[in-house]
């Protein structure tokens, strides 16, 4: 279950919270499927109506070892079903270097991050690929289930015809459970 909530203007604007139920499925060791159905409620600047919107999605997970590093590329496909707009597919791809480097027991390790995103919205005006994410964070291992980490990422958006950037901080933490051991 991932939870967001967003503010703006220097922490002074509650604007967004979000919160998605996922599932994945690790079929080999290179590959895994996730499903899930983000709700997120929006407002704009300025107002103080909120959208919803129901955004089934549906990610493919390669994953891959570049001599000690991890190299993970998830395509990540969604519906974006918003309020008072036409629905539409959206595309993100995030490419994800984790390092062998390893801290304490709980193995924290860092990793970096590109992804970018394509709007496939015929309302959609300028440049498709409109987002582009550079990220920074850490991951550590609890225990053998569950998982936590932080990271930082910078954003460039095209919005209105400009580039703008964005930055954000995040907290994550899952619950992973292996159905194939044997008790």
Known sequence: MEVESKYRNDMSEYYDFEFMPWLAYRFTDW???GMGWRELYSRKAGSHNWDVEHRPLTDFILRTNLKAWTME???RVEYRDIEHTDAYFRYRNRLRFISP???TKA????WAAWETYYENSADWEGD???RH????????KINKSVKAGCYYYWENLLKSGAWKSNNEI???ISVAFDFTRKP
């Open 73 to 75: 590329n998830r395509l």
């Open 107 to 110: 193995e924290i390790k860092p």
């Open 128 to 130: 498709r690929w409109n």
């Open 133 to 140: 994410r550079y990220y920074a964070g850490l991951g550590a």
């Open 170 to 172: 995040g907290f994550d």
């Open 101 to 103: 480097l390893a801290w």
């Open 31 to 33: 590959l895994k499927l």
